[in-house]
T-cell receptor, first 113, second 112 residues
Framework: EPEVTQTPSHQVTQMGQEVILRCVPISNHLYFYWYRQILGQKVEFLVSFYNNEISEKSEIFDDQFSVERPDGSNFTLKIRSTKLEDSAMYFC???????????FGAGSRLTVL | GQSLEQPSEVTAVEGAIVQINCTYQTSGFYGLSWYQQHDGGAPTFLSYNGLDGLEETGRFSSFLSRSDSYGYLLLQELQMKDSASYFCAVRDLDTGRRALTFGSGTRLQVQP
């Protein structure tokens, strides 16, 4: 069964450092998303991406965040200068039609010290 | 805007039936989805209701009443492996948010 893959599974970084989280969406999917989940809390929308540009973003997705699709398979989330409160599990997801069925990756746990 | 309300925790025994409710407030409603998340795992899609009524997939069913702004997920013949968090989610066209917005989740504990 096709799956969304994410790397790294866990990253520990110092406050102020840049982090890049990588995702390979399902190959025939057109819509890509980043969500995050702080431990024990709900899954929060960050950004969606379609046709090589951001479709929409939440208030969480401020200037320190950026996304990129550098080639035909990868989809990355960059956090420019990490803060303690960025510690969370970051999930990449993709969907075929931008509707209600998202396939999530296993997540990248980010720990900011 | 939108808000989603679901109970924070539900406990049931193996073999039983449990219902997890979800109420929403958005005038731009575009369907109710349900996702399951095991501890340490990723959310996985369970079901979607775009129209009123019941959708059945094996032991799981989901129901929607748009007039009541209410839906539920019904889990039958509970198994220990059903212990997980269950999230309802909507797309809120009222705010222009096309991406799914998730509720706070209901943690289901299945006991022997």
């Amino acid at each position: 069964e096709p799956e969304v893959t994410q790397t790294p599974s866990h990253q520990v970084t110092q406050m102020g450092q840049e982090v890049i989280l990588r995702c390979v969406p399902i190959s025939n999917h057109l819509y890509f998303y980043w969500y995050r989940q702080i431990l024990g809390q709900k899954v929060e929308f960050l950004v969606s991406f379609y046709n090589n540009e951001i479709s929409e973003k939440s208030e969480i997705f401020d200037d320190q965040f950026s996304v990129e699709r550098p080639d035909g398979s990868n989809f990355t989330l960059k956090i420019r200068s990490t803060k303690l409160e960025d510690s969370a599990m970051y999930f990449c997801a993709s969907s075929e039609s931008g509707a209600n069925v998202l396939t999530f990756g296993a997540g990248s746990r980010l720990t900011v010290l | 805007g939108q808000s989603l309300e679901q109970p924070s925790e539900v406990t049931a025994v193996e073999g039983a039936i449990v219902q997890i409710n979800c109420t929403y407030q958005t005038s731009g409603f575009y369907g109710l989805s349900w996702y399951q998340q095991h501890d340490g795992g990723a959310p996985t899609f369970l079901s979607y209701n775009g129209l009123d009524g019941l959708e059945e997939t094996g032991r799981f069913s989901s129901f929607l009443s748009r007039s009541d702004s209410y839906g539920y997920l019904l889990l039958q013949e509970l198994q220990m492996k059903d212990s997980a968090s269950y999230f309802c989610a909507v797309r809120d066209l009222d705010t222009g948010r096309r991406a799914l917005t998730f509720g706070s989740g209901t943690r289901l504990q299945v006991q022997p």
